[in-house]
């Protein structure tokens, strides 16, 4: 595997169910983020994790949970979500420490909540 | 609140043509990227400009970058079909040195380029 991988790449969950997203970066960096893209709003931020630990919660609902066990991995726990949570979210990876903040992006989870 | 604009929002152009891209964004970061999207798939970095005056050229693709002015530009250069696509430009959310950092993005520019 190379660069940033994220599992599944298609969901469908109802409202009351309990789903997980998975991201993996295969880069060596240090950071990762969670982005959502939908339809309606440019690309937003959810959460930054530097050297495992959060750094940034982008004033995301707590029915979205984030989990970094590691600098290479990267989770998002899912329940009892909206159907305006249908979207597709995005992992990035970035390497910190250096003049810029260049975050590669993993192919996505495209997710509709019925 | 930090905003990033970009405009148009949407393209359509001929093969062969040259057009440009803007983005306006209103806080003081001399870092500026531009992405590109294929429909359905991930975003691919194109260019990280890094200072006023920073230009950076890739086949029929130009950015650069005025600090100053707060506007960065891609330039397409005799455009071809398979530049079609979803541009998209960020700045750092806050610029906090070498931590890290979300980016902020704009709404980005969809460009249809017709044969």
């Known amino acids: 595997e190379t660069g940033v991988t994220q599992t599944p790449r298609h969901l469908v969950m109802g409202m009351t169910n309990k789903k997980s997203l998975k991201c993996e970066q295969h880069l060596g960096h240090n950071a990762m983020y969670w982005y959502k893209q939908s339809a309606k709003k440019p690309l937003e931020l959810m959460f930054v994790?530097?050297?495992?630990?959060?750094?940034e919660n982008n004033s995301v609902p707590s029915r979205f949970s984030p989990e970094c066990p590691n600098s290479s991995h990267l989770f998002l726990h899912l329940h009892t979500l909206q159907p305006e949570d249908s979207a597709l979210y995005l992992c990035?990876?970035?390497?910190?420490?250096?003049?810029?903040?260049?975050?590669?992006f993993g192919p996505g989870t495209r997710l509709t909540v019925l | 609140e930090l905003k990033v604009e970009q405009n148009p929002l949407f393209l359509s152009m001929q093969e062969g043509k040259n057009y440009t891209i803007y983005c306006n964004y209103s806080?003081?970061?001399?870092?500026l990227y531009w992405y590109r999207q294929d429909p359905g798939k991930s975003l691919e970095s194109l260019f990280v400009?890094?200072?006023?005056?920073a230009v950076k050229q890739e086949g029929r693709l130009m950015a650069s970058l005025d600090t100053k002015a707060r506007l960065s530009t891609l330039h397409i250069t005799a455009a071809v079909h398979d530049l079609s696509a979803t541009y998209f430009c960020a700045v750092d959310m806050r610029y906090s040195g070498g931590g890290a950092d979300g980016l902020t993005f704009g709404k980005g520019t969809h460009l249809i380029i017709q044969p």
């Open positions: 806080t003081t970061s001399d870092r």
């Open positions: 990035a990876s970035s390497q910190t420490g250096g003049s810029y903040n260049e975050q590669f």
């Open positions: 400009l890094l200072s006023n005056g």
């Open positions: 994790y530097n050297f495992k630990e959060q750094t």
